[in-house]
């Protein structure tokens, strides 16, 4: 069941509710262009709690992080969840929109003070921003949406060390069924070549 549609500047972006194992609870996904890019099913709930909370975790101090892409809002609402400043950079006005159909996992997180929505792409805005950030997550989820290969190159992560301070933390959510076992090792080469104390969870 299709529960929203618009189409935006640079994709489709579509709600639907889609029946799960208990029929009273379907799983409401949101699309772009047709890909799955988040939910509330368990994956998607998992992706954002561990992409929120992890990379924060693995920091002594942080004060200000930044999450690339707001899909259902899960990861954003997570990174409010610890005293910091969070920026969230989304390139489709029309995603955040629908953020209200999504408040199971998001909880209404457009309305915390401390999070900040950034509608641009994320390497032109890594590219001009004068902050600096303690942690950088890059939460897209399907290699398959067209604009996401390029939030996983080389050039890109270099641009994200760029943007952190000293003691920051990068972290990508990695689209492990969407990759062969050989795109994966390119990633992990590619990665490492940035981030050389790199560890995999």
Known sequence: QIVSYASGATGTIIVKDIPGSIPSLPRRLLFVDDQPV??????????????????????????????????????????????????????????????????????????????????????DHLARTQERYDVIVTDVTNLQYKQNGSLYTAEYFALMKSKLTSTGVAAAWIPLESLTRGQLSTFFRTFQSVYPHASLW
Not at 43 to 49: Q, R, Y
Not at 62 to 82: C, D, E, I, N
Not at 98 to 108: E, G, H, R, T, Y
């Open 38 to 123: 988040a939910g509330t099913h368990t994956p998607g709930i998992v992706d954002s709690k561990i992409l929120g909370h992890l990379p924060l975790a693995l920091h002594a101090n942080p004060k200000r992080a930044l999450t690339v892409g707001f899909g259902s809002g899960g990861t954003s609402w997570s990174m409010t969840r610890h005293p910091i400043e969070v920026d969230v950079v989304e390139i489709e006005p029309e995603v955040v929109k629908v953020a209200d159909l999504f408040q199971s996992l998001n909880f209404d997180v457009l309305n915390q003070t401390h999070l900040h929505v950034i509608l641009n792409d994320a390497r």
